[in-house]
Structures are given as C-alpha cells and as structure tokens.
C-alpha cells in the first residue's frame, strides 16, 4: 500500500473515531457505546504507556497505576482546591504529579533487573496505594475523591458526555502518535537495544540508566494523563484507581493484546472493555464473573498465544497469503 494512500486511510480512521457519537447517534440513543468506547480508549493510553516500559524498554512493572491513580487524584484536586476547571491547569497538574512521582520511584528501580525490578515497582506502588487510602483530608481515603469536574477549554465546555468523548478520543490519537513515533525513532531504537541486550548497549557509549529512566517518567506522565480522563469521566476518583488490581489490568491488556506493538495495547484494551462490561450484561446475574473469564483469557493467550491478538493476526494473514 502506497504511503500517501495509507496516511490517508489512518487520517479517516481518526477523524471517525473522534466524531463517533455524532455519527453513530441515530443507532445508538442510549450512548452506552459511545460510553464504553470512551473507557476503552482511556485503557489504551494506559496501556500504551505500559506498553512503553514491557514491550519498549524490557521493564515489566507492576506498579504502574500509580502514576494513574496520582494523575486522577492531582486532575481532582487541583481542580477543587484552585476552583477551577481549565484543562490546561487540570490536565497539567495530572501530568507534573504523575512525572514527579515516576523521577522519584524510577531513581530507586531503573537499575534493577527482572524479578527484583517487579517486586520493587510493586512494592512502591502499594507504598502510593497506601497514602491514597489512608490520607484521608486529601485524598478522601476509602471513601474516595467525588465530586470532580469536567473540564473547560477556556469557553468550550467538556461536560456533555460527547464532547468528554472527543476529548478523550483527540487525546487517544495523540497518544498513539507519540508512542508510533518514539517506536521509529532513533529514542525507540535504542530503548529496544536496551532490553535486547543492555550490556552491548553500555559498550557502546549508551548511558543505559539514563535511558530507562527517561522512559519510565515518559510512561508515567502518560498514565498520569489517562488517569486524569478517567477522573472527568467518572467524576470519581478511588484509591483502587492506584491499586495492584489495576496495575493487573493494564498489564493483561498489554500482554493479551501484544506487547511491543502499537496496535497491541489498542485491541487489548478492547477485548478487556467488553469482557468487563458487555458479557457480564448477556449473562445471568450469578454467573457475571468477568475476573474469572479475564482470567481464563490471560491464561489461554499465555499458553497458547504469547505473541498476543496482534501477533496472532499477524500469523493468521500470512498463513492465508501463502496458500
């Protein structure tokens, strides 16, 4: 497929998918797509900033939402404590919160390896986890951050659930951009020299730490953004938004869907939005057990597809080409 001929199928793919409530309203009047393809799109971002850390740079972390439940909280907070509901101040209170925390922890772990590197990335997270649970006057503690709002772009307001949707979806394709572009740059390369062979990487003049610490602030500013949509969009933010259980869900998304691929994270994120919230509702009330199926899935993929959706799709086309 020729370039420009590709560019413009990718172009037309975006703009359909950040006008889709306008388009799809006459189909689809209780908005419940246009609902879940908002929270499958903040998936993905999340995911691709993980995807930055396992598929990029060969740093499998555990601790990722984290930088997800600070952005959420700092989006929140800011937003209450400076009566204000700018982007700009909101969003970029999400994103300094969410970079500062990833300097810090990413100071302490970056030059550890593998299991030790998990543990460390787990432990810290559940140090954050904590202090949102527990810091009460802040954060609300087990009761939560309620009340967020949603933004403004100077006039333009966010609060209709279409227009949260388009700012959702414009930041989506940005993301997917930036990460696209860091994947094919000489940055990306050299992210993936470091997880292939990170000794080789030193011999030849890298400053290796450097370059997975700069990568895993990168991925934490990311999440802390996905974390501040999820906070609009809900208008709710939880100590759970920073917990193990959904740094395990960005993790499954990113292997179930193919790490190191942009696509990967993207329909990882989509098979996990509809097992969570679209096959519960086709199943009787006692049998909606959407951990349980996601659980058998991470566990099918694992055995029998590690290479993920993306790889298995891959596979798949080229068995039919060469017949």
Do not use: C, K
Request: charged share 10%; hydrophobic share 55%.
């Amino acid at each position: 497929m020729r370039p420009l001929v590709r560019w413009a199928l990718v172009a037309a793919a975006a703009v359909a998918l950040v006008t889709f409530p306008y388009w799809s309203a006459p189909w689809e009047s209780t908005r419940f797509a246009t609902t879940l393809l908002r929270d499958a799109l903040v998936l993905a971002i999340f995911a691709l900033s993980l995807d930055l850390l396992v598929g990029r740079a060969g740093m499998p972390s555990l601790g990722h939402a984290a930088f997800f439940g600070a952005g959420a909280y700092a989006a929140g907070i800011a937003g209450q404590r400076l009566a204000t509901d700018q982007l700009p101040i909101t969003l970029g209170a999400a994103a300094l919160v969410a970079a500062l925390l990833a300097l810090v922890i990413g100071v302490l772990v970056v030059r550890s390896e593998g299991i030790f590197f998990l543990m460390l990335t787990l432990a810290l997270a559940q140090i954050v986890f904590a202090i949102a649970f527990q810091w009460t006057a802040v954060t609300g503690g087990s009761n939560g951050l309620s009340g967020v709002g949603r933004p403004m772009l100077a006039t333009l307001d966010f609060s209709s659930p279409d227009l949260m949707y388009v700012l959702v979806a414009i930041t989506f394709v940005a993301a997917a951009f930036l990460v696209w572009g860091l994947a094919r740059s000489p940055y990306g390369r050299a992210l993936i020299g470091v997880r292939e062979n990170e000794r080789r990487m030193r011999a030849l003049g890298y400053d290796t730490a450097r370059l997975r610490l700069s990568a895993f602030v990168l991925a934490g500013t990311i999440a802390g953004i996905a974390g501040a949509l999820s906070a609009y969009s809900t208008r709710f933010v939880s100590a759970q938004d920073a917990g193990l259980g959904n740094s395990v869900r960005a993790f499954v998304t990113v292997l179930v869907g193919g790490a190191g691929t942009l696509g990967g994270p993207i329909a990882g994120s989509a098979l996990v939005s509809v097992i969570e919230r679209v096959v519960p509702s086709l199943l009787p009330v006692e049998l909606r057990i959407s951990e349980a199926i996601l659980g058998l899935v991470f566990i099918a993929f694992v055995l029998f597809a590690r290479q993920g959706m993306v790889g298995l799709g891959r596979q798949t086309w080229l068995r039919v080409r060469s017949r």
